[in-house]
């Protein structure tokens, strides 16, 4: 079974999930060894607050849209924020590695150039140190995880889970069986639950739930730069969209309800595209995510003859939730200088 297959499986039951059921047993009964055994570990607290802005599945939840948001929000409230990441899609020299302007997404990733444009991050594969180092050579003064809900070793004050409201969580089993990385029980510790698009048959109780939507802001269009904002696009409304994200229908589905004819192309999460991915026949405009549109950054539109845009797009969140996340950080701030 290929892997859109078994993403397909995933969102509802059926035979290939019952027969996969036991090692998703096997995974859960070792992912929990593992928890427990790094939670006993004493380790000393950092300096400054840490929050974990997350997933307990695969695939995209609107996660860095959403630490995008988050970022401006505390930057225009006075805070110095920085990020650590895994780095997934790149791979460094050696970690820990200081994203900078002249990074590329092959070596620190896609989602760090985005976040690096905002604020210092650093990407290590562990994150703990990642923190660390973070802390040694920037002056922040809150450190978000970009992922890591699951990274036991890093020690946090505060998590955020952030759920797909419209997939939800799938057939509701583990790896491999279905999409969590954990079980719906995990949520009950998390101190926020932002729900991202909720459909009307997505419901889930939980004192920190939040609502956010996806937003898009405007076209930029690859070499020159050209900026249309998204709902002034003048040009042939046939367009090509391909992604290479963890959920490629929703973006598809947010050029569709900007009046767009959309032919999909979707790729694996973090895929490097080459240039024959990006000519058709047709010549018809193509579209791309933002997070793609930081490998294409060297990449020249006149080699293929075709416009290439990548659409901006930014979370929508009850304030509310922001401002209770800005009253917890202060709290743990207060508690580290006491």
């Known amino acids: 079974m290929n892997q859109s297959a078994l993403e397909r499986a995933w969102y509802r039951r059926g035979s290939w999930a019952a027969l996969l059921l036991p090692l998703s047993w096997l995974f859960t009964g070792l992912s929990g060894f593992r928890k427990r055994r790094l939670q006993k570990k004493v380790r000393p607290p950092f300096s400054v607050p840490v929050v974990v802005v997350g997933n307990i599945s695969v695939g995209g939840t609107g996660k860095t849209p959403l630490l995008l948001s988050i970022i401006d929000y505390f930057t225009g409230q006075g805070f110095r924020p920085g990020v650590v ?53 920037q002056d922040c003064d809150v450190v978000f995880s970009d992922d890591g809900l699951q990274h036991y070793a890093m020690q946090r004050d505060i998590e955020i889970a952030v759920i797909d409201g419209q997939r939800g969580f799938g057939n509701g089993f583990c790896l491999p069986a279905g999409p969590l990385r954990e079980p719906p029980e995990r949520l009950q510790t998390v101190d926020f639950v932002v729900v991202n698009t909720a459909s009307g048959d997505f419901f889930l109780s939980h004192p920190g739930r939040y609502e956010m939507a996806i937003e898009a802001l405007a076209f930029t269009r690859l070499g020159d730069q050209k900026v249309i904002d998204a709902h002034a696009w003048s040009g042939d409304k046939k367009v090509h969209a391909v992604a290479g994200i963890g959920h490629p229908q929703r973006f598809a589905d947010t050029l569709q309800r900007l009046g767009f004819d959309v032919e999909l192309h979707a790729y694996p999460d973090h895929h490097v595209f080459t ?64």
Do not use: M, N
């Open 275 to 338: 240039g024959s991915e990006l000519l058709f026949e047709d010549r018809k405009p193509v579209v791309v995510t933002a997070k793609d549109a930081v490998k294409l950054v060297d990449f020249d539109p006149g080699t293929v003859d075709v416009d290439i845009w990548s659409l901006s797009v930014a979370a929508r969140v009850d304030e509310h939730f922001l401002q209770q996340l800005v009253q917890k950080v202060i709290c743990c701030q207060t508690k580290k200088t006491a």
């Open 85 to 137: 990441s895994r780095g997934y899609g790149g791979k460094c020299l050696s970690y820990p590695c200081l994203v900078t302007p002249g990074s590329v997404s092959s070596e620190v990733g896609d989602e760090p150039l985005l976040y690096a444009g905002k604020c210092p991050v650093v990407v290590d594969p562990d994150r703990d140190r990642a923190v660390h180092y973070l802390l040694q050579q």
